[in-house]
């Protein structure tokens, strides 16, 4: 996992163009059953990748936060939502509630999040390989295969699946 980690920027930036020129073959000409062969790649690759291994995700990028993730998260921190914004997060470009600092502030020592119980929908979604009109999403996994080994390795199994 390791080993991955630190050369997937580099894999990443090396396969970019092809990625996206396969995205953009893919949204032309969509397999009817994209859907349940992304579910059963994911489902392949979670079953073999340990995300307290990595948690790049949480060490390099953050998570928007929805006003129901607000409500929930302040709620099993007996905090009033306006509270928890003003101590975590911080309105972005996009007008979104994100943290705000990386790596995550509920991240500890061992990669475990100290609010997994109640985190983010982002982060229960992470990332997002999935999800349900896959088609529609090319440009946020075209991001995530940086970030994420598990996200890179199910693209590559994902061309290797569906040839355009």
């Given at each position: 996992m390791k080993q991955i980690l630190?050369?997937?920027n580099k894999l990443a930036k090396d396969k970019h163009i092809e990625n996206k020129k396969y995205f953009d073959k893919l949204k032309k000409k969509q397999p009817k059953n994209l859907d349940y062969?992304?579910?059963d790649l994911?489902?392949?690759?979670?079953?073999?990748?340990?995300?307290?291994?990595?948690?790049n995700c949480c060490k390099t990028t953050g998570p928007l936060f929805t006003l129901a993730d607000i409500e929930r998260i302040s709620k099993s921190f007996r905090q009033k939502p306006q509270q928890f914004i003003e101590q975590y997060l911080r309105i972005d470009e996009d007008k979104d509630y994100v943290l705000k600092s990386v790596p995550c502030a509920f991240l500890d020592n061992d990669n475990y999040c100290m609010i997994y119980d109640v985190r983010p929908k982002a982060c229960r979604e992470f990332p997002h390989t999935d999800r349900k009109k896959f088609h529609q999403i090319t440009d946020l996994t075209l991001k995530n295969v940086a970030i994420c080994p598990a996200a890179y390795n199910i693209v590559e199994e994902m061309k290797k699946k569906l040839p355009l």
């Open positions: 630190n050369n997937l062969i992304m579910q994911h489902d392949a690759e979670f079953k073999k990748t340990d995300c307290l291994e990595c948690a």
